[in-house]
Protein backbone atom coordinates (compact mmCIF):
# COMPACT_ATOMS: atom_id res chain seq x y z
CA UNK A 1 0.00 0.00 0.00
CA UNK A 2 1.38 3.74 -1.00
CA UNK A 3 1.80 5.94 2.32
CA UNK A 4 -0.91 7.92 2.98
CA UNK A 5 -1.47 11.45 0.98
CA UNK A 6 -1.87 14.57 3.23
CA UNK A 7 -4.49 16.95 2.99
CA UNK A 8 -4.59 20.23 4.56
CA UNK A 9 -7.90 22.12 4.87
CA UNK A 10 -8.30 25.64 6.35
CA UNK A 11 -11.60 26.88 7.01
CA UNK A 12 -13.34 30.06 6.93
CA UNK A 13 -17.12 31.20 7.81
CA UNK A 14 -19.58 29.95 8.95
CA UNK A 15 -20.35 26.20 11.36
CA UNK A 16 -21.95 25.02 7.78
CA UNK A 17 -18.15 24.97 5.87
CA UNK A 18 -17.43 23.69 9.77
CA UNK A 19 -19.76 20.54 8.50
CA UNK A 20 -18.46 20.65 5.05
CA UNK A 21 -14.68 20.78 5.57
CA UNK A 22 -15.13 17.11 7.67
CA UNK A 23 -16.85 15.53 4.95
CA UNK A 24 -14.81 16.88 2.26
CA UNK A 25 -12.20 15.54 4.62
CA UNK A 26 -13.91 11.95 4.25
CA UNK A 27 -14.92 12.09 0.98
CA UNK A 28 -11.20 12.42 -0.01
CA UNK A 29 -10.35 9.65 2.70
CA UNK A 30 -11.72 7.43 0.32
CA UNK A 31 -8.47 8.77 -2.48
CA UNK A 32 -5.85 7.66 0.22
CA UNK A 33 -5.58 10.97 2.37
CA UNK A 34 -5.41 11.56 5.48
CA UNK A 35 -5.66 15.20 7.48
CA UNK A 36 -2.71 16.95 8.33
CA UNK A 37 -2.47 20.25 10.71
CA UNK A 38 0.24 22.42 8.77
CA UNK A 39 0.00 23.28 4.50
CA UNK A 40 4.05 22.43 4.51
CA UNK A 41 4.03 18.93 4.55
CA UNK A 42 0.76 18.45 2.41
CA UNK A 43 -0.17 16.93 -0.74
CA UNK A 44 -3.16 18.78 -0.99
CA UNK A 45 -4.69 22.56 0.51
CA UNK A 46 -7.97 23.08 0.46
CA UNK A 47 -9.31 26.64 1.57
CA UNK A 48 -13.06 26.20 2.55
CA UNK A 49 -14.11 29.79 1.76
CA UNK A 50 -16.57 32.27 2.94
CA UNK A 51 -18.23 34.98 0.94
CA UNK A 52 -20.34 36.89 2.79
CA UNK A 53 -18.59 39.95 3.54
CA UNK A 54 -15.85 41.56 1.59
CA UNK A 55 -12.74 41.20 3.81
CA UNK A 56 -14.00 37.38 4.03
CA UNK A 57 -13.69 36.62 0.30
CA UNK A 58 -10.50 39.15 0.26
CA UNK A 59 -8.65 36.66 2.67
CA UNK A 60 -8.81 33.38 -0.14
CA UNK A 61 -6.77 35.80 -2.55
CA UNK A 62 -4.08 36.61 0.50
CA UNK A 63 -3.67 33.32 1.55
CA UNK A 64 -3.58 31.58 -1.98
CA UNK A 65 -0.24 33.96 -1.94
CA UNK A 66 1.20 32.27 0.70
CA UNK A 67 1.47 29.46 -0.79
CA UNK A 68 3.15 29.97 -3.81
CA UNK A 69 6.64 29.60 -2.06
CA UNK A 70 5.60 25.91 -1.48
CA UNK A 71 4.08 25.35 -4.70
CA UNK A 72 6.96 26.67 -6.16
CA UNK A 73 9.28 24.06 -4.31
CA UNK A 74 6.91 21.21 -4.55
CA UNK A 75 4.98 21.07 -8.32
CA UNK A 76 2.97 18.00 -6.82
CA UNK A 77 0.98 19.99 -4.41
CA UNK A 78 -2.73 20.65 -5.13
CA UNK A 79 -4.47 23.51 -4.09
CA UNK A 80 -7.92 23.40 -4.09
CA UNK A 81 -10.71 26.39 -3.10
CA UNK A 82 -13.83 25.12 -1.57
CA UNK A 83 -17.34 27.19 -0.44
CA UNK A 84 -18.83 29.93 -0.97
CA UNK A 85 -16.30 31.95 -3.04
CA UNK A 86 -15.44 29.22 -5.12
CA UNK A 87 -19.19 29.51 -5.75
CA UNK A 88 -19.05 32.71 -6.51
CA UNK A 89 -16.22 33.17 -8.20
CA UNK A 90 -14.67 30.34 -9.38
CA UNK A 91 -14.04 31.33 -13.13
CA UNK A 92 -12.23 34.70 -11.55
CA UNK A 93 -10.07 32.57 -9.24
CA UNK A 94 -8.74 30.55 -11.41
CA UNK A 95 -7.46 33.62 -13.90
CA UNK A 96 -6.31 35.77 -10.95
CA UNK A 97 -4.45 32.70 -8.93
CA UNK A 98 -2.73 30.33 -11.78
CA UNK A 99 -1.35 28.23 -9.13
CA UNK A 100 -5.63 26.73 -8.33
CA UNK A 101 -5.81 23.34 -9.34
CA UNK A 102 -9.21 23.13 -8.33
CA UNK A 103 -12.58 24.73 -7.38
CA UNK A 104 -15.40 23.35 -5.91
CA UNK A 105 -18.44 24.83 -4.74
CA UNK A 106 -20.70 24.20 -1.99
CA UNK A 107 -23.13 21.36 -3.20
CA UNK A 108 -21.20 19.72 -5.38
CA UNK A 109 -18.24 18.33 -3.06
CA UNK A 110 -18.98 14.96 -3.23
CA UNK A 111 -17.39 15.13 -6.85
CA UNK A 112 -14.17 16.00 -5.20
CA UNK A 113 -12.86 12.26 -5.68
CA UNK A 114 -13.08 12.62 -9.07
CA UNK A 115 -12.20 16.32 -9.16
CA UNK A 116 -9.17 15.46 -7.45
CA UNK A 117 -8.46 12.57 -10.11
CA UNK A 118 -8.66 15.40 -13.13
CA UNK A 119 -6.42 17.87 -10.89
CA UNK A 120 -3.78 14.79 -10.34
CA UNK A 121 -4.16 14.37 -13.77
CA UNK A 122 -2.55 17.65 -14.26
CA UNK A 123 -5.82 19.31 -15.49
CA UNK A 124 -7.85 22.41 -14.19
CA UNK A 125 -11.08 20.65 -12.13
CA UNK A 126 -14.35 23.20 -11.49
CA UNK A 127 -17.33 21.98 -10.71
CA UNK A 128 -19.76 24.82 -9.02
CA UNK A 129 -22.87 22.90 -10.14
CA UNK A 130 -26.05 22.94 -7.85
CA UNK A 131 -27.02 18.92 -9.01
CA UNK A 132 -29.84 17.17 -8.65
CA UNK A 133 -28.73 14.77 -6.84
CA UNK A 134 -28.04 14.76 -3.23
CA UNK A 135 -24.45 15.44 -1.87
CA UNK A 136 -24.84 13.33 1.45
CA UNK A 137 -26.14 10.62 0.12
CA UNK A 138 -23.57 10.55 -2.33
CA UNK A 139 -20.83 10.84 0.70
CA UNK A 140 -19.85 7.40 2.03
CA UNK A 141 -21.12 6.98 5.44
CA UNK A 142 -18.64 8.61 8.16
CA UNK A 143 -15.62 6.99 9.40
CA UNK A 144 -15.77 5.57 12.35
CA UNK A 145 -13.33 7.06 14.51
CA UNK A 146 -14.26 8.59 18.07
CA UNK A 147 -15.23 12.04 18.23
CA UNK A 148 -15.43 14.95 20.24
CA UNK A 149 -18.68 15.01 22.89
CA UNK A 150 -19.96 17.84 20.41
CA UNK A 151 -20.78 17.71 16.48
CA UNK A 152 -22.62 19.91 14.27
CA UNK A 153 -25.16 18.28 11.34
CA UNK A 154 -26.36 20.24 8.60
CA UNK A 155 -29.83 19.28 8.05
CA UNK A 156 -30.82 22.12 5.72
CA UNK A 157 -29.32 24.29 3.32
CA UNK A 158 -29.72 26.89 1.44
CA UNK A 159 -31.96 30.28 1.49
CA UNK A 160 -34.81 31.92 -0.19
CA UNK A 161 -35.35 34.67 1.85
CA UNK A 162 -32.91 36.92 -0.28
CA UNK A 163 -32.45 39.40 2.33
CA UNK A 164 -30.82 43.14 0.32
CA UNK A 165 -27.23 42.64 1.75
CA UNK A 166 -26.74 38.59 1.51
CA UNK A 167 -25.00 37.00 -0.96
CA UNK A 168 -25.53 33.42 0.70
CA UNK A 169 -29.00 32.48 -2.13
CA UNK A 170 -26.94 33.07 -4.36
CA UNK A 171 -23.80 30.77 -3.10
CA UNK A 172 -25.58 27.95 -1.45
CA UNK A 173 -28.72 27.91 -3.34
CA UNK A 174 -32.15 27.06 -2.81
CA UNK A 175 -34.10 25.87 0.40
CA UNK A 176 -33.48 21.72 0.59
CA UNK A 177 -33.87 20.07 3.27
CA UNK A 178 -32.36 16.12 3.98
CA UNK A 179 -35.56 13.54 4.97
CA UNK A 180 -35.92 12.82 8.64
CA UNK A 181 -34.76 9.05 8.24
CA UNK A 182 -31.12 10.27 7.03
CA UNK A 183 -31.09 12.99 9.75
CA UNK A 184 -31.28 10.56 12.50
CA UNK A 185 -29.26 7.65 10.79
CA UNK A 186 -26.26 10.17 10.88
CA UNK A 187 -27.14 11.64 14.52
CA UNK A 188 -27.09 8.02 16.14
CA UNK A 189 -23.59 7.31 14.02
CA UNK A 190 -22.29 10.38 16.11
CA UNK A 191 -23.90 9.19 18.82
CA UNK A 192 -22.04 5.74 18.43
CA UNK A 193 -18.64 7.28 18.11
CA UNK A 194 -18.99 9.40 21.35
CA UNK A 195 -21.00 12.67 20.65
CA UNK A 196 -23.46 13.58 23.38
CA UNK A 197 -24.71 17.44 21.76
CA UNK A 198 -25.73 17.72 18.33
CA UNK A 199 -26.23 21.40 16.70
CA UNK A 200 -28.56 21.29 14.17
CA UNK A 201 -27.23 23.58 10.86
CA UNK A 202 -28.90 25.23 8.41
CA UNK A 203 -29.12 28.30 6.92
CA UNK A 204 -32.28 28.53 7.92
CA UNK A 205 -32.86 25.70 9.98
CA UNK A 206 -36.41 26.89 11.20
CA UNK A 207 -37.37 26.55 8.18
CA UNK A 208 -36.57 23.53 8.13
CA UNK A 209 -39.14 20.93 6.05
CA UNK A 210 -37.65 17.63 5.88
CA UNK A 211 -39.35 14.26 4.07
CA UNK A 212 -40.63 12.00 7.20
CA UNK A 213 -40.73 8.68 7.55
CA UNK A 214 -44.24 8.25 6.50
CA UNK A 215 -43.99 10.46 3.70
CA UNK A 216 -45.51 14.12 4.16
CA UNK A 217 -42.81 16.94 5.52
CA UNK A 218 -41.79 17.22 8.70
CA UNK A 219 -41.06 20.56 10.96
CA UNK A 220 -37.86 21.17 12.82
CA UNK A 221 -39.41 20.75 15.89
CA UNK A 222 -40.83 17.08 14.99
CA UNK A 223 -37.02 16.50 13.85
CA UNK A 224 -35.86 17.45 17.58
CA UNK A 225 -38.50 15.55 18.99
CA UNK A 226 -37.55 12.46 17.61
CA UNK A 227 -33.35 13.29 17.87
CA UNK A 228 -34.40 13.48 21.77
CA UNK A 229 -35.70 9.90 21.37
CA UNK A 230 -31.70 8.76 21.23
CA UNK A 231 -30.71 7.73 25.03
CA UNK A 232 -26.96 8.60 24.58
CA UNK A 233 -27.56 12.30 22.87
CA UNK A 234 -27.93 14.70 25.48
CA UNK A 235 -28.38 17.82 24.26
CA UNK A 236 -29.51 19.02 20.90
CA UNK A 237 -29.17 22.67 19.80
CA UNK A 238 -29.78 24.48 16.29
CA UNK A 239 -29.18 27.46 14.37
CA UNK A 240 -29.46 29.67 12.46
CA UNK A 241 -33.03 30.78 12.84
CA UNK A 242 -35.39 33.48 10.46
CA UNK A 243 -38.01 35.31 13.08
CA UNK A 244 -40.42 34.07 10.38
CA UNK A 245 -39.90 30.67 10.41
CA UNK A 246 -40.55 30.52 14.30
CA UNK A 247 -43.56 28.84 14.55
CA UNK A 248 -45.58 27.65 17.09
CA UNK A 249 -44.19 23.65 17.97
CA UNK A 250 -40.57 24.95 17.71
CA UNK A 251 -41.48 27.41 20.22
CA UNK A 252 -43.79 24.77 22.87
CA UNK A 253 -40.44 22.30 22.15
CA UNK A 254 -37.78 24.68 23.73
CA UNK A 255 -40.61 24.96 26.73
CA UNK A 256 -40.97 20.89 27.07
CA UNK A 257 -38.38 19.15 24.95
CA UNK A 258 -35.59 18.43 27.95
CA UNK A 259 -32.89 17.90 25.52
CA UNK A 260 -33.51 20.99 23.62
CA UNK A 261 -31.04 23.76 25.03
CA UNK A 262 -31.89 27.29 26.45
CA UNK A 263 -30.27 29.24 23.90
CA UNK A 264 -31.30 30.38 20.06
CA UNK A 265 -30.01 32.43 18.02
CA UNK A 266 -32.24 34.22 16.41
CA UNK A 267 -30.78 37.05 13.90
CA UNK A 268 -33.11 40.59 13.48
CA UNK A 269 -30.22 42.90 11.66
CA UNK A 270 -31.61 46.58 12.74
CA UNK A 271 -34.55 47.66 15.18
CA UNK A 272 -35.84 50.16 12.73
CA UNK A 273 -38.63 49.22 10.40
CA UNK A 274 -37.84 51.04 7.50
CA UNK A 275 -34.14 49.47 7.39
CA UNK A 276 -35.56 46.52 7.71
CA UNK A 277 -38.21 47.19 5.05
CA UNK A 278 -35.13 48.18 2.63
CA UNK A 279 -33.32 44.42 3.96
CA UNK A 280 -36.33 42.56 2.65
CA UNK A 281 -36.40 41.07 6.30
CA UNK A 282 -40.62 40.91 5.71
CA UNK A 283 -41.07 40.89 9.67
CA UNK A 284 -40.77 44.16 11.67
CA UNK A 285 -38.90 45.48 15.27
CA UNK A 286 -42.07 44.86 16.59
CA UNK A 287 -42.80 41.79 15.73
CA UNK A 288 -39.67 39.90 16.60
CA UNK A 289 -40.54 41.53 20.15
CA UNK A 290 -43.56 40.26 20.35
CA UNK A 291 -42.02 37.00 19.10
CA UNK A 292 -38.85 37.06 21.41
CA UNK A 293 -42.25 37.39 24.40
CA UNK A 294 -43.62 34.37 23.24
CA UNK A 295 -40.32 32.52 23.41
CA UNK A 296 -39.29 33.18 27.09
CA UNK A 297 -43.06 32.55 27.97
CA UNK A 298 -42.44 29.29 26.84
CA UNK A 299 -38.96 29.09 28.53
CA UNK A 300 -38.10 32.03 30.91
CA UNK A 301 -34.48 31.52 31.43
CA UNK A 302 -33.86 30.70 27.65
CA UNK A 303 -30.60 33.00 26.25
CA UNK A 304 -30.89 35.19 22.86
CA UNK A 305 -28.40 35.69 20.85
CA UNK A 306 -28.51 37.71 17.53
CA UNK A 307 -26.77 39.18 14.16
CA UNK A 308 -26.91 43.31 13.82
CA UNK A 309 -25.87 45.33 10.56
CA UNK A 310 -25.01 48.65 11.11
CA UNK A 311 -24.63 51.35 8.20
CA UNK A 312 -26.82 49.46 5.31
CA UNK A 313 -27.50 51.92 2.97
CA UNK A 314 -29.86 54.93 3.71
CA UNK A 315 -29.55 54.35 8.28
CA UNK A 316 -29.61 57.27 9.96
CA UNK A 317 -28.25 58.03 13.26
CA UNK A 318 -32.23 58.26 14.24
CA UNK A 319 -32.48 54.48 12.28
CA UNK A 320 -29.47 52.95 14.53
CA UNK A 321 -31.04 54.62 17.66
CA UNK A 322 -33.77 52.34 16.90
CA UNK A 323 -31.81 49.24 16.84
CA UNK A 324 -30.15 50.81 20.22
CA UNK A 325 -33.57 50.81 21.72
CA UNK A 326 -34.48 47.20 20.39
CA UNK A 327 -31.12 45.71 22.10
CA UNK A 328 -32.03 47.50 25.36
CA UNK A 329 -35.66 45.95 25.06
CA UNK A 330 -34.64 42.19 24.20
CA UNK A 331 -31.69 41.87 26.49
CA UNK A 332 -28.66 39.53 24.38
CA UNK A 333 -27.02 36.72 26.21
CA UNK A 334 -24.62 37.57 23.23
CA UNK A 335 -24.64 38.94 19.14
CA UNK A 336 -23.04 39.36 16.62
CA UNK A 337 -22.44 42.76 14.78
CA UNK A 338 -20.89 43.59 11.57
CA UNK A 339 -20.46 46.90 9.54
CA UNK A 340 -22.60 46.71 6.51
CA UNK A 341 -20.55 45.47 3.56
CA UNK A 342 -21.09 46.08 -0.33
CA UNK A 343 -21.63 42.49 -1.80
CA UNK A 344 -21.70 42.29 -5.91
CA UNK A 345 -24.89 41.21 -6.89
CA UNK A 346 -27.05 42.25 -4.54
CA UNK A 347 -30.15 44.69 -4.38
CA UNK A 348 -28.12 46.60 -1.69
CA UNK A 349 -25.01 47.24 -3.27
CA UNK A 350 -26.67 49.32 -6.12
CA UNK A 351 -27.71 52.14 -3.04
CA UNK A 352 -26.09 54.87 -1.40
CA UNK A 353 -24.24 53.87 1.00
CA UNK A 354 -23.10 55.47 4.59
CA UNK A 355 -20.11 57.25 5.49
CA UNK A 356 -17.57 54.42 6.43
CA UNK A 357 -16.32 56.39 9.97
CA UNK A 358 -20.03 57.11 10.75
CA UNK A 359 -21.06 53.42 10.53
CA UNK A 360 -17.35 52.27 12.08
CA UNK A 361 -18.61 54.85 15.19
CA UNK A 362 -22.04 53.34 15.39
CA UNK A 363 -20.69 49.60 15.58
CA UNK A 364 -18.53 50.61 18.36
CA UNK A 365 -21.29 51.95 20.55
CA UNK A 366 -23.71 49.16 19.10
CA UNK A 367 -20.65 46.77 20.27
CA UNK A 368 -20.51 48.08 23.83
CA UNK A 369 -24.17 47.88 24.56
CA UNK A 370 -23.82 44.01 23.44
CA UNK A 371 -20.58 43.55 25.74
CA UNK A 372 -22.61 45.33 28.67
CA UNK A 373 -25.67 42.70 28.09
CA UNK A 374 -23.32 39.80 27.78
CA UNK A 375 -21.58 40.24 31.10
CA UNK A 376 -24.79 41.06 32.52
CA UNK A 377 -25.63 37.75 31.66
CA UNK A 378 -23.13 35.90 32.20
CA UNK A 379 -22.94 37.52 36.13
CA UNK A 380 -26.87 36.48 36.12
CA UNK A 381 -25.35 32.85 36.47
CA UNK A 382 -23.85 33.04 39.46
CA UNK A 383 -25.44 30.92 42.12
CA UNK A 384 -26.88 29.49 39.55
CA UNK A 385 -27.16 25.25 38.97
CA UNK A 386 -26.71 24.45 35.41
CA UNK A 387 -25.71 21.73 32.87
CA UNK A 388 -22.05 21.42 31.47
CA UNK A 389 -20.95 19.01 29.12
CA UNK A 390 -17.14 18.23 29.55
CA UNK A 391 -15.21 19.42 26.42
CA UNK A 392 -11.84 18.98 27.31
CA UNK A 393 -8.88 19.75 29.97
CA UNK A 394 -8.82 23.54 31.15
CA UNK A 395 -5.13 25.32 31.26
CA UNK A 396 -4.54 25.23 34.93
CA UNK A 397 -3.76 21.79 36.66
CA UNK A 398 -6.96 19.88 37.42
CA UNK A 399 -9.31 22.12 35.56
CA UNK A 400 -11.76 20.85 33.21
CA UNK A 401 -13.85 23.36 30.66
CA UNK A 402 -17.07 22.47 29.24
CA UNK A 403 -20.27 24.41 27.91
CA UNK A 404 -23.66 25.03 30.04
CA UNK A 405 -26.59 24.77 28.82
CA UNK A 406 -26.52 28.34 27.62
CA UNK A 407 -23.77 27.98 25.87
CA UNK A 408 -21.31 29.26 28.36
CA UNK A 409 -17.62 28.22 28.85
CA UNK A 410 -17.67 26.71 32.78
CA UNK A 411 -14.29 26.39 34.03
CA UNK A 412 -14.49 23.18 37.11
CA UNK A 413 -11.44 22.23 39.41
CA UNK A 414 -12.23 18.31 39.52
CA UNK A 415 -10.99 14.96 39.28
CA UNK A 416 -14.36 13.82 39.09
CA UNK A 417 -15.00 14.39 35.48
CA UNK A 418 -14.13 12.93 31.90
CA UNK A 419 -14.45 14.92 28.40
CA UNK A 420 -18.00 13.68 27.31
CA UNK A 421 -19.05 13.70 31.01
CA UNK A 422 -22.54 15.92 31.81
CA UNK A 423 -22.77 16.56 35.26
CA UNK A 424 -24.49 19.74 37.38
CA UNK A 425 -22.48 22.87 38.64
CA UNK A 426 -22.74 25.56 40.90
CA UNK A 427 -21.66 28.53 39.11
CA UNK A 428 -19.59 30.93 42.15
CA UNK A 429 -17.76 33.23 39.87
CA UNK A 430 -18.56 35.27 36.50
CA UNK A 431 -15.06 36.25 34.76
CA UNK A 432 -14.74 38.34 31.29
CA UNK A 433 -15.49 35.03 28.88
CA UNK A 434 -16.08 32.39 31.21
CA UNK A 435 -17.92 30.88 34.18
CA UNK A 436 -16.22 29.20 36.79
CA UNK A 437 -17.92 26.55 38.50
CA UNK A 438 -18.10 23.68 41.28
CA UNK A 439 -19.30 20.31 40.68
CA UNK A 440 -22.88 19.89 42.48
N1 LIG B 1 -28.91 32.76 7.50
C1 LIG B 1 -28.46 33.46 8.59
C2 LIG B 1 -27.29 34.38 8.41
C3 LIG B 1 -26.21 34.07 7.51
S1 LIG B 1 -24.99 35.27 7.38
C4 LIG B 1 -29.58 34.32 9.06
O1 LIG B 1 -30.37 34.83 8.31
O2 LIG B 1 -29.60 34.52 10.24
C5 LIG B 1 -24.60 35.71 9.03
C6 LIG B 1 -24.73 37.15 9.31
O3 LIG B 1 -23.84 37.90 8.52
C7 LIG B 1 -26.08 37.75 8.98
O4 LIG B 1 -27.03 37.48 9.96
C8 LIG B 1 -25.76 39.22 8.87
O5 LIG B 1 -25.85 39.85 10.11
C9 LIG B 1 -24.31 39.21 8.40
N2 LIG B 1 -24.21 39.63 7.01
C10 LIG B 1 -24.70 39.03 5.91
N3 LIG B 1 -24.43 39.75 4.81
C11 LIG B 1 -23.74 40.85 5.20
C12 LIG B 1 -23.20 41.98 4.54
N4 LIG B 1 -23.32 42.15 3.23
N5 LIG B 1 -22.55 42.91 5.29
C13 LIG B 1 -22.43 42.78 6.63
N6 LIG B 1 -22.94 41.72 7.31
C14 LIG B 1 -23.60 40.77 6.61
FE1 LIG C 1 -28.84 35.79 4.08
FE2 LIG C 1 -31.23 36.67 4.84
FE3 LIG C 1 -30.97 34.21 3.89
FE4 LIG C 1 -29.99 34.80 6.28
S1 LIG C 1 -32.16 34.84 5.71
S2 LIG C 1 -28.97 33.65 4.67
S3 LIG C 1 -29.30 36.90 6.01
S4 LIG C 1 -30.65 36.07 2.75
FE1 LIG D 1 -19.94 32.41 4.55
FE2 LIG D 1 -21.10 30.79 2.89
FE3 LIG D 1 -21.41 30.45 5.47
S1 LIG D 1 -20.85 32.93 2.60
S2 LIG D 1 -21.29 32.52 6.24
S3 LIG D 1 -19.54 30.25 4.37
S4 LIG D 1 -22.94 30.13 3.91
Redesign the pocket.
Known sequence: MSAPKKLYIKTYG?QMNVYDSERMAEALGGQGYVETATPDDADMILLNTCH??EKAAEKVYSELGRFKGLKAERPDLKIGVAGCVAQAEGEEIMRRQPMVDLVVGPQSYHRLPELEAKARGGEKALDTDFPEEDKFEHLKGRAKARRGPTAFLTVQEG?D?F?A????PYTRGAEVSRPVARVVTEARDLVERGVREITLLG??VNAYHGEGPQGGDWTLAQLIRELAEIDELKRIRFT???PNDMEDDLIAAHGDCEKLMPYLHL?V?SGSDFILKRMNRSHTAESYIRLIERIRAARPDILLSG???VGFPEETEAHFQETMALIETVGYGSA?S??????PG?PAAERAQVDPAEADDRLQRLQALITRQQRAAQDAMVGREVGVLFEKAGRNPGQMVGKSDHLHAVHVTTDKVSVGDLARVRITASGPNSLAGELV
Open positions: CIRCKCFCVVQNTSHPQDFIFFKYSTRT
